[in-house]
Nanobody, 119 residues
């Protein structure tokens, strides 16, 4: 069974930085896309950043230039470096990972980690 374990959330002042990590395990095959969604109170879950197994990245417009996503394929781990944090970044951040599961692909999710940015 695929399992994602997140770490690195917390409370930080505006302008500060945090680094999230997510370690995936349990797939017989390599993970495809991995990344982070986030959900703020009263809002829909949105993609913050994603990265393919080949290293191609995509970001929400609101985080471009401040967040950097990376991954270590050997460790099946994805990272999110968050700089210049704003109160609007406050949300629960959920890691996801896509993996082959006959006849197609499936997505597994982490339990979520809280990021709180104080003004």
């Amino acid at each position: 069974q695929v399992r994602l374990v997140e770490s690195g959330g917390g409370v930080v002042q505006a302008g500060g930085s945090l680094r999230l990590s997510c370690a995936a395990s349990g797939s017989r095959f390599s993970f495809n896309a991995m990344g982070w969604y986030r959900q703020a109170p009263g809002k829909q879950r949105e993609l913050a950043a994603g990265i393919t197994s080949g290293g191609r990245t995509n970001y929400a417009d609101s985080v471009k230039g401040r967040f950097t996503i990376s991954r270590d394929n050997a460790k099946n781990t994805v990272y999110l470096q968050m700089n210049s944090l704003k109160p609007d970044d406050t949300a629960v951040y959920y890691c996801y990972a896509d993996f082959p599961a006959f006849p197609g692909f499936r997505t597994s999710w982490g339990q979520g980690t809280q990021v709180t940015v104080s003004s």
